[in-house]
Every structure is written in structure tokens, then in C-alpha cells.
């Protein structure tokens, strides 16, 4: 069983930041990919930024420029820079994974981290 906890969240004022950060604790083989999500319209959840299992990274148009993903070599920490915030940032932020356990893939989602940007 892996376990995502998400910090940073919290209030920032309109072109402040936030760092995000997702401690990955538990067993897993490999990481295929490492991503933040955040929620959207009604249950949906939109990817903000990913890594795949090669390094190469993916935004989300709305966040392009703005936000940045790392993280570490040994994938137990997740991290989202997020530059230049706005009011339409404000939502509820997920880590998420995809691991080989040894016994199959699984993707795991952490509990989320709220970021409010007031208007």
C-alpha cells in the first residue's frame, strides 16, 4: 500500500505562490507516473502537471508558464511550484501515482490540499 500526503496548501493573494508538496511513503517497484491534479467542475479532476516514468512533463494549458512539477530522484516526494496565482487557481489539489507494486499497477490518490486565491 502506498500513501500520498499532500502540504503547502493555504490562502495567497492574487500573483503570489504556493509550493505544494506529496510525500510518498509505502512499498512500490517503480513509479510510472507522478502527477497533480485539481478539481473541477462538479466530481471531475483535471490534471494540472504530470511526469512520466522518462522525465518528461506535461501542463495543463491554464497552467502553463505559471506552475512547475518536480520531483525527487527517488519518487517519495512530489512537488508543485505554482507561480503567478489567480482566483480561478482556487480548488482542492491532488498528488496522484501510478506504481508497480511487484504484484500489478495501482494508482494512488492523496487526501488534498486546498489553495484559495481570493478575489
Known amino acids: 500500500q502506498v500513501q500520498l500526503v499532500e502540504s503547502g496548501g493555504g490562502l495567497v493573494q492574487p500573483g503570489g505562490s504556493l509550493r505544494l508538496s506529496c510525500a510518498v511513503s509505502?512499498?512500490?517497484?517503480?513509479?510510472?507516473?507522478m502527477a497533480w491534479y485539481r478539481q473541477g467542475s462538479g466530481e471531475q479532476r483535471d490534471v494540472v502537471a504530470l511526469?512520466?516514468?522518462?522525465?518528461?512533463?506535461t501542463y495543463g494549458d491554464s497552467v502553463k508558464g505559471r506552475f512547475t512539477i518536480t520531483a525527487d530522484s527517488d519518487s517519495r516526494g512530489i512537488y508543485l511550484q505554482m507561480n503567478s496565482l489567480n482566483p480561478e487557481d482556487t480548488t482542492v489539489y491532488y498528488c496522484?501515482?501510478?506504481?508497480?507494486?511487484?504484484?500489478?499497477?495501482?494508482?494512488?490518490w492523496g487526501q488534498g490540499a486546498r489553495v484559495t486565491v481570493p478575489s
Open positions: 509505502g512499498r512500490f517497484v517503480r513509479a510510472y507516473r
Open positions: 511526469i512520466n516514468d522518462v522525465g518528461s512533463k
Open positions: 496522484n501515482m501510478i506504481v508497480s507494486t511487484g504484484q500489478g499497477t495501482y494508482e494512488y
